[in-house]
């Protein structure tokens, strides 16, 4: 069964960095999309962004210039850079995976989530 693992986030004031990280783990033959979603208080899950096949990459504009995703095939982890962290950031990150395992079924998967909270 496949699984995902996020860490990484944590309290930071406003300007600051964090990265989130999210690890796959399993019978894992290829992972075909990877994206990070955030979910605040009181608001729906919004889709923040995606890293595809050939490391093409897509952003929510309230992130664009701030945020970068990034993957490491080989350790099927994707990662989240955030800089110039903004009150209005604060929320649970969760990532999911669109994935083949070794048994060539086809899966998607969501973590856990990780808080991220902004102080202003």
């Known amino acids: 069964q496949v699984q995902l693992v996020e860490s990484g986030g944590g309290l930071v004031q406003a300007g600051g960095s964090l990265r989130l990280s999210c690890a796959a783990s399993?019978?894992?033959?290829?992972?075909?999309?990877m994206r990070w979603y955030r979910q605040a208080p009181g608001k729906q899950r919004e889709l923040v962004a995606v890293?595809?096949?050939?490391?093409?990459?897509n952003y929510a504009d309230s992130v664009k210039g701030r945020f970068t995703i990034s993957r490491d095939s080989a350790k099927n982890t994707v990662y989240l850079e955030m800089n110039s962290l903004k009150p209005e950031d604060t929320a649970v990150y969760y990532c999911?995976?669109?994935?083949?395992?070794?048994?060539?079924?086809?899966?998607?998967?969501w973590g856990q989530g990780t808080q991220v909270t902004v102080s202003s």
């Open positions: 399993g019978s894992i033959f290829s992972i075909d999309v």
């Open positions: 999911n995976a669109e994935y083949t395992t070794m048994e060539l079924t086809t899966g998607l998967r």
């Open positions: 890293i595809a096949s050939g490391d093409s990459t």
